[in-house]
């Protein structure tokens, strides 16, 4: 016999959509009077012309809190979530290859060569670490559990399962993961090596750059000399913190800013990718104890950056 559940509050429960496993956007529509969820995306991304919504809503790529394409007539309501799929007209393909190093059920560890970004950001989406690896490996579960810059290049690791990623998440806030970077930079006879540079960082100018600045330090490096070549040095980076653009402002501060740097310590204006000249910085090893299995995890970039 088919067992029969009582009362009238019993309701089967309904799939909550995760924007994020999805790659979507989200907006809670903002006050306002327009008519239809369409209007208020228009004038709210007003960079987004109307015929590029019309399509984009008429391909399903716009849609609802329950992650149901929205129709064109949707009543604006304030509030209302809308979640999209970010689109770059004609995105310029980045001819560079990544490569899978190790990847199981609960990790994949990626060696991201440099100029290739990580997640979708400004002019790129689909030429992303993060989508190229869903595509080749089919999962639409991968999720970055660090990053590095663009310009950067070296080992990143995704968590590949929902149910285990918490558990790799820690790993950094906890510091319980040892990373180790390698740059190219001038030499720096007058420093005695090894050394650990501790400072404060804080937003810089132009609004993408970092900087030293009063106060308690909040970031700290490790820095040992691994190789002489005249007058450019291979340096060994330990980060004990993990601040956007750190590595970058503490050898400047020191000194001897890394090759080919577009940011540090002058932006570089107007300045195209140039594939044979990068940025001389490597995130080239990773250890940690697997917090899923206990073993002891080791990993190292392939890629070496030439003098």
């Keep these: 016999m088919p067992t029969c559940i009582e009362g009238s509050n019993f309701r089967m429960s309904t799939p909550t959509f995760s924007a994020a496993q999805n790659q979507a956007s989200t907006l809670y529509l903002p006050p306002g009077s327009w008519p239809t969820v369409l209007d208020c995306l228009c004038e709210h991304f007003s960079a987004i012309g109307r ?7 008429a391909r399903g790529r716009v849609l609802d809190g329950q992650g149901q394409p929205i129709a064109l007539d949707l009543p604006y309501k304030e509030g209302l979530r809308i979640h999209y799929f970010r689109e770059v007209p004609d995105e310029k393909p980045i001819p560079v290859v990544e490569s899978i190093l190790y990847a199981d059920e609960h990790l994949v560890v990626a060696d991201k060569p440099h100029f290739l970004p990580v997640t979708p950001a400004g002019e790129y989406v689909e030429q992303t670490l993060l989508r190229r690896l869903i595509r080749r490996l089919d999962n639409p579960h991968l999720v970055p559990l660090h990053r590095i810059d663009r310009h950067t290049a070296g080992l990143v690791i995704f968590s590949a399962n929902p149910q285990t990623r918490s558990a790799y998440q820690s790993l950094f ?7 180790r970077y390698e740059a190219i930079a001038r030499a720096l006879p007058a420093l005695e090596f090894p050394l650990v540079h501790k400072s404060r960082l804080i937003d810089g100018e132009p609004f993408f750059r970092m900087q030293e600045g009063p106060g308690v330090a909040n970031t700290e490096t490790a820095v040992e000399v691994r190789e002489k070549n005249g007058d450019l040095w291979r340096y060994g980076l330990y980060p004990v913190t993990g601040k956007k653009h750190q590595l970058r402002v503490h050898m400047t501060a020191l000194g001897a800013s890394i090759c080919n740097d577009p940011f540090y310590p002058d932006v570089l204006k107007d300045v195209e990718d140039d594939y044979a000249n990068p940025l001389k910085l490597l995130a080239q090893g990773l250890r940690f104890v697997d917090p899923v299995t206990g073993e002891e995890r080791e990993f190292e970039s392939q890629i070496t950056l030439q003098w």
């Design 51 to 57: 015929e590029q919504w019309l399509d984009r809503i």
């Design 173 to 179: 806030p906890t510091r319980q993961i040892d990373k």
